[in-house]
């Protein structure tokens, strides 16, 4: 299929690896041109070559998410996105207990603030040029608790709350918003979290990453490419007719109809 998307200009956010380089391969595979970012140069710089290999133009911009100054970089690069993908780090696992006022501000900051400062700043020129979208990074998380990263369920599940009016406002412009909600993906993000339940559990890594993987009815855990095709398709011409929307990409793990 066609998404119809090439020659279109993307800003991929936290894009060096993982779910948010997933997302960068699927639409530089669509023909789109991308600003990508990450923190660590070197990853960055080797994930900026990879993606030009698909014969589009790939700027990168060094910086974490949550710094006012490198959203401002991302956008002078790209001051005209037809495309955002929001993606941010999220707060280390821990016991909510042990969290302190600083650290639940700052989790809220990366994963509910940071998106709608960079929707803010994009949202009304995709109206008015009449063609838009967003996908925002959450976790499935925001539907089923995951023990250990309630900072950041909590922060997620606000973002999606938010946005959910502001989706609906802009859908007549043909701009869109949705949520892709991961589950168990297989990525440096998931291997900690099973580092963590192996330790809370005392028992060894590789049984507990069988008995996560046991409990998926798809019996694997999910990939980043499978993940970036999902949101290609979110971003395409196809797909504006889809707004305010959680898509749960986990395998089956989610037990309910709706």
Known sequence: MDLGLKGKKAIVCASSRGLGRGCAEALAREGVDLVINGRNAETSEKTAEALRAHGVSVELVLGSMSDPATQEALLAACPAPDILVNNNGGPPLKDFRDLDRNAMLEGVTQNMVTPIEMIQRVLDGMAERGFGRIVNITSLSVYQPILGLDLSSGARAGLTAFLA???RSVAGRNVTINNILP????TDRIRQTMVYAAE???VEL??????QIDQIPARRLGTPEE???TCAFLCSV???YITGQNVKLDGGVYQGAF
Request: overall charge positive; hydrophobic content about 25%; glycine content about 22%.
């Open 165 to 167: 009016g502001i989706a």
């Open 183 to 186: 589950g168990k993906i297989d």
């Open 200 to 202: 809370k559990r005392g």
């Open 206 to 211: 590789d049984d507990e990453r069988q008995r």
């Open 227 to 229: 993940f970036g095709a």
């Open 238 to 240: 196809h797909a504006g």
